[in-house]
């Protein structure tokens, strides 16, 4: 019935265009001309994303009897800064160019005269503007950090930062969860939340975007446990993004190389997705070792141990990080999902979601704008309401009301037609197959459960 139109891999500019039209992401304060870096979710887009959300906090909470969850503040005491290491080096090098002031981060440029010759350091002096060729100042690091003021006076004992991760909410509260859940090891926190980074140079949509969204477990085990424990969540990690239907060959795991390691890192493998820029990283999974709870210890002055029973020791635990982006992750989804096809000589654009992720699951679209037909096709919307997101559509003609919900990933329309006024029944219409189907009215919700998959 279909056919695919080729491989033809969607371009960023494309998906950015279909993501504002309909709905999904917009440029954040879009009529003052926006604000690099930062992003909204439309009515399909916070759908969307909540729908990830979900489906994260179920595998890594929900349906595990060993981790729990968290909702840790913003912005915490300074010092947790200090202690993580962000205040002395979370910073990149930054060089601005002379001639059309542009900003850079250098070790992009180095990459960037590397690529395009044999040169190493001693190229570096020669790095010249990627926009205009100008001079550029010699680079200087800059602190990724958001700072802002607490409380009414704007001086170096006020200052504070928007977090720039999650994970430190999680171990400032190592104790508390630790107390109050009884956990025994091995166990995890898990927390969904912003985070901020003032990237040099955000870019590519909302993959690097200076206000974003992680969804990070810390998973705390005995020492000597923490490289198997590494690779059980590799494969849990990776087994959530093949259950998020994302396809087998744009998904792999690596291993990052012992020089591109973290400094609190052991080892960490990366999740990475083939976006039209190339591979990037989805998500990293870290052993952070005892880096984080030991440095957290020497600067709060309070013991952060576990009390094991077995050796009646006090040990200081490893932890094992698979931290996630939120907006990678829908950004990801909608490249993967997106496909043109040709029916009947016509194009049709298809995302092919998930059923899971589908911002709207079900469509009710009455066959006509006849008012005949308004009433029951009203009453089924309103059947289906607490059930799914739906949407109502009654403008313009039946197909192009197809193509629409085609286009937005919806699994399901049901079209009420004149034979429902008569048998009480319609058409169930399946989004990849084009499959038609009709079910009586009364059976509608368990037959449309049914094809759902329980969502
Ligand atoms: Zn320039």
Request: proline letters at 5%; glycine letters at 8%; charged letters at 30%.
């Amino acid at each position: 019935m279909s056919e695919k139109a080729g491989d033809a891999r969607l371009d960023m500019e494309t998906l950015v265009s279909l993501a504002k039209r309909r709905g999904f992401v917009f440029q954040s304060s879009e009529i003052y001309g926006g604000l690099g870096g930062f992003w909204d979710y439309g009515p399909l887009g916070v759908e969307l994303k909540n729908n990830i959300k979900r489906s994260w906090w179920k595998a890594a909470v929900q349906e595990r009897d060993d981790v729990v969850g968290l909702d840790a503040s913003i912005i915490m005491n300074p010092r947790v800064w200090v202690a993580s290491g962000h205040v002395d080096t979370f910073a990149d090098p930054m060089v601005d160019c002379k001639e059309c002031k542009k900003r850079f981060r250098a070790d992009d440029l180095e990459g960037y005269v590397a690529a395009g010759a044999q040169g190493q350091a001693a190229e570096a002096a020669a790095m010249r503007c990627p926009e205009c060729g100008g001079e550029l100042t010699p680079p200087r690091m800059f602190n990724l950090m958001f700072r802002t003021f607490v409380g009414p006076v704007e001086d170096q004992a006020s200052t504070a930062y928007l977090r720039p991760e999650t994970a430190q909410g999680i171990f400032a509260n190592f104790d508390n969860v630790l107390t109050s859940t009884r956990r025994k090891l091995p166990f995890g926190i898990a927390q969904i939340g912003k985070a901020f980074r003032n990237e040099i140079t955000p870019g590519n949509f909302i993959f690097r975007d200076r206000e974003f969204e992680q969804m990070e477990i810390e998973y705390f085990v005995k020492p000597g446990t923490d490289e198997e424990w590494h690779q059980h969540w590799v494969e849990q990690r990776r087994n959530w993004y093949r259950g998020l239907g994302i396809q087998e060959e744009n998904l792999r795991v690596r291993r990052l190389d012992k020089d591109d390691l973290a400094h609190y890192a052991k080892d960490t493998y990366e999740v990475e997705y083939l976006f039209p820029m190339g591979w990037s990283e989805l998500e990293g999974i870290a052993n952070r070792t005892d880096f984080d709870l030991r440095r957290h210890a020497e600067f709060s002055g309070r013991q952060l141990t576990y009390y094991d029973e077995e050796s009646g020791e006090h040990i200081v635990p490893y932890v094992i990080e698979p931290s996630a982006g939120v907006d990678r992750c829908l950004l990801a989804v909608l490249f993967d999902g997106y496909r043109e096809e040709t029916v009947r000589g016509e194009k049709r654009v298809l995302l092919r979601l998930h059923p899971s992720l589908a911002p709207i699951k079900v469509a009710v679209l009455p066959l006509s704008r006849q008012e005949s037909l308004a009433p029951t096709a009203r009453k089924v919307w309103e059947l289906l309401r607490p059930h799914w997101m739906t949407q109502y559509d009654d403008s313009q003609s039946i197909g192009r009301r197809y193509r629409r919900q085609d286009e937005v990933g919806t699994p399901h329309c049901v079209t009420i037609d004149f034979d429902t006024l008569k048998d009480d029944a319609v058409t169930i219409r399946e989004r990849d197959t084009m499959d038609q189907v009709r079910v009586p009215i009364t059976g509608l919700v368990e037959a449309l459960r049914e094809r759902l998959g329980g969502v």
